[in-house]
């Protein structure tokens, strides 16, 4: 069984940064694909970020682009998150999340296991 502890979260003025972390349980960190997404009341979880396995290759959405970074440590087996320029739409619980494949996905039923979230607010 994998667990997966999500930090880093709090509260940031619109324009600041924030880096979450997500520590992972368990030996196959380095072959589980890993991901971000985002959950707002009454709003289904979004995709955020996508990484493989080896963290040869990334996908983020577009409304990230070129703000938030995906990145892993697999010697520590921890998942990371670097948000720059946040913005108020930003604001929600972020999950890290794992498949049982190499590959990244953008698809919440994709991923086998899940953190608790770590909730995010960005004020105006």
Known sequence: QVQ??????????AGGSLRLSCAA??????????GWFRQTPG????????????????NYQDS????????RDN?????YLQMNSLKPEDTAVYYCAGRRYRSGSSYAYEY?????????????
């Open 43 to 58: 709003k289904e979880r979004e995709f955020v970020a996508t990484i493989s396995g080896s963290g040869g290759n990334t």
């Open 64 to 71: 990230v682009k070129g703000r938030f970074t995906i990145s």
């Open 4 to 13: 997966l502890v999500e930090s880093g979260g709090g509260l940031v003025q």
């Open 75 to 79: 010697a520590k087996n921890t998942l």
């Open 25 to 34: 349980s368990g030996r196959t960190f380095s072959t589980s694909a890993m």
């Open 112 to 124: 086998a296991y899940w953190g608790q979230g770590t909730q995010v607010t960005v004020s105006s």
